[in-house]
């Protein structure tokens, strides 16, 4: 199971700032009290001014850009951002030149973040040159207007002299190409006049077929020579994020192994506006007063190299903490006993408490951590602990100083200071060790609580008084005499959430038998709340995936919720599915998959009535580029699925022949599995694994009558089944990477569990039978990180629902139970509704991939065991005593 949350990082941030309930784009910030005063200035005569997302935008009318070219973009640091933008509208008017800026402070410090996209660092200000004279003019005028100026190097630029100014060739006007994935990108025109995806990595400041101009050339000959040698040899990256890099590295004079930490000047702000840089200093300081303490990593060497600083220090043994818990909880692995439970029970006692002695240690030096949470704990296999990241760090005679960043679910509250930062910190942790579920916890003021109670109830053999210095520990302290320590949020989105998500909900949960029809009708209404038909760029709120691509599509977007709410019978939603079709209308849905674009969109489309708008939709896609992957999620097998069910529907034999094509096309991809387009080890299971393909294979066969589709089928799932391992309790699943195993519906064995049992009704198979009884077991478990469907505890329940059939005791029906009780963990309520977060929990979501919808789909998969809880899957039998 992920216990991490370590992915897509950079876009929750992003997402994750103009709202504190749901995902929500930047775009959507309101922070009139701190806009640039550029922003709401008249543009000058013959000049139009036109607002982007989050820029504002000015060209000269009648003035014609190149599609692309060379542009400028101006980083800044806080201090100096005013008399930037100030600087470039001035120069840029009286030359004519269209530039655009960000609209307010807010937005820039949001963008120059600790984990904000890396490429996107310190942007301020775009401008956009008509020429290559005019770009080397612009350059040299403004470096002289600009200095004393000063601002984050833009990873994906060329750096021009020493201060703000960087340039990059790219494109000027809005055009999108699509991509090897079949994403939609930005594009510009490569030498032969074909649009190519338009790439913002660092380090791709021009592409290949672009000529640096002559006055470029020494900046571009400084960058690639550096300022000289450098004393380490970096081995692999560790960790990115906006303020800079972590990497294992080897020092040259010793050959030595550090941990080597860099920070960029003015990047990576925190919430007080310190960088990158002021805390490695801080980082610097902490090391050097808590030296010789043993699980404190030793300082060997601060330095500065290319304008960047560095720590080089003490490469500390061991994994961080949330990979032991996966590996050691007894809630992650199924068939666990009571002396099983009592063991790991005393030992996460006893690492909390030699963690609390690690903090004592510091706090006696004057340290306070600042920023305790798992990834910031490493332990060896002997329990050896170490305590890294000591960038929040501060003097523990600052009694009312606290941390400026911080992790959710760990970062101590408004009102608690100083000392009291690590405690509070070091409780979430002890609750964490019990029941990860901390990052819920801003979400409602009430599930900090009744976790603790969910912990108490759970386990027996906790020692005397832990329950009370949880409650003790967790508690704010009330300070007589002074007012509440206002909250580093703003107090709109505070007051917003609390609205939204603090009323009492209108379900019992945690009744002994809860209402199930009374829990899919709470969990319905949440989502027709959440609806804003009113907005062109979602219907309702998601992942952020919606943001990236589009609010349409079957897994994120408004197409996944309204096929949910119709195939649980909650009703159908004309004004909703006019949403979907003026959507439409309004522009093509670039990507073709079933769950990530136009396929499956159509799909759902038909079902609701909508026949001719779903035959336009196919007719539109055209012909696959070669690169589409094979799987259902977003390639070949879904598409191939999608042409099976309306050649079925329409005896259209257009469509059956489409299907034949793609099955022709993954026998081919069988027969050379390392083609880029075939799935591979690491994406074993239903989405985007070989089982997919199977199921559409055994489809073709069906609908066609030829063996060898069925043939191919077997061979498939063979192909996904030999990538899964077998764990210590027995359960088999998809190996991830060495560092964990899954069992989800997405990546991981039950999803390859779903097509074995559908397999298996086409014909005997002793392997795959032999193996399906460990591969239930695997979705089985009774703690699972999140509660969604593609990747969560909604889609292991209805797995093992589907699979209670074969089970031939009580095995599979009680596992169903027990993830049906086991939701309450991750309840919370939206204006009195059920509702569920979304991937990583960090935020509400209502899509079918990570949010109410599909919970709402595993529930009723789970508790009658009949309805659809997938496309394409047959219907299975009700199992007496089902749940």
């Not at 300022?227 to 010793?254: I, K, M, Q, T, W």
């Not at 949330?322 to 690492?351: C, I, K, N, Q, S």
């Not at 299975?876 to 749940?883: H, K, L, Q």
Request: charged share 25%; glycine share 10%.
């Amino acid at each position: 199971m992920d216990l991490s949350g370590g992915q897509v990082i950079e876009q929750r941030q992003l997402y994750g700032w103009a709202d504190l309930v749901f995902y929500e784009t930047p775009a959507q910030w309101a922070a009139d009290q701190d806009r640039f005063a550029a922003a709401d200035r008249e543009p000058p005569a013959g000049w139009a001014r036109t607002g982007q997302d989050v820029w504002v935008s000015l060209k000269p009318e009648g003035v014609e850009l190149p599609a692309q070219g060379w542009k400028i973009h101006i980083s800044a640091v806080a201090a100096d951002a005013e008399r930037i933008v100030e600087t470039t509208w001035s120069y840029c008017v009286e030359r004519e030149i269209p530039f655009k800026f960000l609209r307010d402070r807010h937005l820039f410090r949001m963008y120059n973040s600790k984990y904000m996209p890396r490429q996107a660092s310190g942007k301020l200000v775009t401008i956009y040159p008509a020429d290559d004279e005019q770009l080397r003019r612009t350059l040299e005028e403004l470096a002289s207007l600009l200095q004393g100026t000063s601002g984050p190097y833009i990873l994906s630029d060329l750096r021009w002299g020493e201060g703000p100014l960087h340039v990059r060739y790219g494109g000027f006007r809005t055009r999108f190409c699509t991509d090897a994935k079949g994403d939609r990108v930005l594009a510009i025109e490569d030498a032969d006049g074909t649009l190519v995806p338009d790439e913002r990595r660092p380090g791709h400041y021009a592409p290949p077929w672009v000529e640096v101009p002559d006055f470029l050339r020494p900046h571009l000959e400084r960058r690639r020579s550096g300022s000289g040698s450098f004393p380490y040899r970096v081995l692999r990256a560790l960790h990115f994020s906006n303020g800079g890099g972590v990497y294992l590295a080897e020092r040259l004079s010793d050959n030595r192994q550090v941990v080597l930490k860099e920070a960029r000047p003015g990047a990576g702000l925190d919430m007080s506006g310190r960088d990158a840089v002021e805390r490695l200093e801080r980082e610097r300081w902490a090391l050097e007063r808590l030296a010789g303490i043993p699980g404190i990593p030793r300082l060997h060497d601060s330095f500065q190299a290319d304008g960047h600083h560095f720590l080089a220090m003490e490469h500390m043994a061991g994994d961080v903490l949330w990979l032991w818990l996966a590996t050691y909880h007894p809630m992650v692995h199924f068939g666990t006993g009571r002396a099983e439970e009592a063991a790991y029970t005393a030992r996460a006692v006893d690492v909390a408490d030699r963690l609390e002695a690690l903090l004592a240690a510091a706090h006696e030096r004057g340290v306070v951590f600042g920023d305790l949470h798992p990834g910031n704990v490493l332990i060896t296999p002997d329990g050896e602990l170490s305590l890294i990241d000591f960038e929040a760090a501060f003097e523990a005679s600052e009694e009312s100083a606290r941390p400026a960043l911080g992790a959710q679910g760990f970062l101590a509250p408004p009102g608690v200071t100083g000392t009291a930062v690590d405690r509070y910190a070091l409780a979430m942790l002890r609750l964490w060790l019990f029941l990860p579920v901390n990052r819920l916890f801003p979400l409602s003021r009430t599930k900090l609580a009744e976790t603790i109670d969910t912990v108490e109830r759970r386990f027996a053999d906790l020692p005397d008084g832990f329950i009370a210095r949880l409650r003790e520990d967790t508690a704010v302290p009330a300070r007589p005499g002074t007012a509440p320590a206002a909250s580093p949020l703003p107090a709109a989105l505070v007051r917003r959430r609390s609205e939204l998500l603090d009323a009492p909900l209108d379900v019992d949960l945690d009744a002994p038998e809860p209402d199930w029809d009374a829990v899919g009708r709470s969990l319905t209404e949440a989502i027709l709340l959440s609806a804003t038909p009113e907005r062109t760029d979602r219907l309702f709120p998601g992942d952020v995936q919606q943001f990236l691509h589009d609010g349409l599509n079957l897994a994120h977007g408004a197409a996944g919720v309204l096929w949910a709410l119709h195939a649980t019978g909650a009703g159908r939603f004309p004004e909703h599915e006019r949403w979907l079709l003026d959507a439409l209308a309004r522009g093509p849905v670039l990507r073709r998959g079933f769950y990530s674009g136009r396929y499956g969109i159509a799909y759902v489309l038909d079902q609701l009535g909508h026949a001719d708008e779903a035959a336009k939709l196919l007719a539109d896609a055209g012909d696959a580029p070669p690169t589409v992957d094979a799987g259902l999620y977003g390639g070949t097998a879904g598409e191939g699925l999608t042409h099976l069910y309306f050649a079925d529907r329409y005896d259209d034999a257009g469509h059956l022949e489409q299907a034949r094509l793609r099955a022709g096309r993954i026998e081919r991809l069988l027969n050379e599995p390392g083609h880029p387009a075939a799935p591979t080890a690491a994406r074993a299971g239903l989405m985007h694994g070989w089982s997919g393909c199977a199921l559409f294979l055994q489809r073709m066969y069906e609908a066609d009558g030829d063996p060898r589709h069925l043939d191919l089928a077997f061979q498939a799932l063979h192909r996904d089944l030999e990538v899964c391992v077998t764990r210590s309790n027995g359960s088999v699943q998809v190996a991830d990477r060495g560092i964990r195993t899954l069992a989800y519906l997405e990546v991981g064995s039950g999803g390859i569990a779903l097509v074995a049992d559908e397999l298996l009704t086409a014909r005997p198979d002793p392997g795959i039978e032999e193996l399906l009884p460990a591969v239930r077991r695997a979705c089985q478990t009774e703690y699972v990180a999140e509660p969604h469907l593609l990747n969560g505890r909604s889609g292991l329940m209805a797995t093992a629902a589907r699979l209670a059939h074969r089970d031939p005791g009580t095995e599979a029906r009680d596992a169903v139970r027990r993830h049906l009780k086991a939701l309450t963990w991750h309840k919370l309520a939206y204006r009195g509704r059920l509702a569920f977060p979304g991937d990583q929990t960090y935020r509400l979501s209502m899509d079918l991939a990570t949010g109410n919808a599909g919970v709402l789909l595993g529930v009723r998969a789970a508790v009658d065991g009949t309805g659809p809880f997938l496309p394409f899957f047959t219907p299975r039998p009700v199992v007496d005593g089902s749940a």
